[in-house]
């Protein structure tokens, strides 16, 4: 499991991300969700107003129809998936992967702070 905390520049614009990528014999879409549900409830977020999206096919890393946006508030947070056996095999591996980045600059105007 590889999990990175950090800034990143998009259009310009630096933002905050987080994101995750595991590798797991006999793991796949379902337990991402489970670890981005996980995730969301530990942070806070309203969870009736969490919602989940197919990620268009042929867009990203994923699988076609194991790729998800996350949206809270129908704002969209991140997404995350099944990364598809052709981007693995450009790399070398061969144990499945489940991944997701979000944007943590979102989540916090989106999300109360517990403690102030």
């Not at 969209?76 to 981007?87: A, R, T």
């Not at 070398?92 to 979000?102: K, N």
Request: proline content about 6%; some cysteine; overall charge negative.
């Amino acid at each position: 499991r590889v999990y990175e905390l950090g800034e990143v520049v998009h259009g310009g614009v630096n933002k905050t991300r987080v994101s995750w990528a595991c590798a797991e014999s006999g793991a796949g879409f379902s337990t991402a969700k489970g670890i981005v549900q996980s995730l969301l409830r530990d942070l806070g977020a309203p969870t009736p107003s969490i919602s989940f999206e197919p990620v268009a096919e042929g867009r990203g890393p994923w699988i076609d129809g194991r790729g998800a946006r996350v949206l809270i508030e129908n704002h969209e947070i991140g997404e995350f998936g099944e990364v598809s056996p052709e981007v693995m095999s450009s790399f070398g591996l061969r144990t499945p992967i489940h991944a997701g980045e979000f944007d943590i600059d979102v989540i916090s105007k989106i999300v109360k702070d517990p403690v102030h």
